[in-house]
Nanobody, 115 residues
Framework: QVQLVESGGGLVQAGGSLRLSCRAS????????AAWFRQGPGKGREFVAI???????NYADSVKGRFTISRDNAKNTVYLQMNSLKPEDTAVYYC?????????WGQGTQVTVSA
């Protein structure tokens, strides 16, 4: 059974940094893609970043140059390093993976950026 557990969210001032973690069980990030999505207040869920099996990464335009997704295969954990945070980055951040065509989501972690 695939389970994703996020951690690392919190309250930070604009310009600050946070690092989110997503620990997986029941699957391996080394052979499956891992992505981060977010859902801000009153908004739909939107793509943030992805790292695929090869290690190639891709980012939403709104976070390029500020966020970095990375993967530690030994810990089976994916990270999202978020720098230069803005109030508009306030959202619940979700970890996502797709295994054999089925999507899995974590429970989400709240990130709040104050002006």
């Amino acid at each position: 059974q695939v389970q994703l557990v996020e951690s690392g969210g919190g309250l930070v001032q604009a310009g600050g940094s946070l690092r989110l973690s997503c620990r997986a069980s029941g699957m391996l990030f080394s052979i499956n893609s891992a992505a981060w999505f977010r859902q801000g207040p009153g908004k739909g869920r939107e793509f943030v970043a992805i790292v695929i099996r090869s290690g190639t990464t891709n980012y939403a335009d709104s976070v390029k140059g500020r966020f970095t997704i990375s993967r530690d295969n030994a810990k089976n954990t994916v990270y999202l390093q978020m720098n230069s945070l803005k109030p508009e980055d306030t959202a619940v951040y979700y970890c996502n993976t797709n295994v054999d065509g089925k999507n899995y989501w974590g429970q989400g972690t709240q990130v709040t950026v104050s002006a």
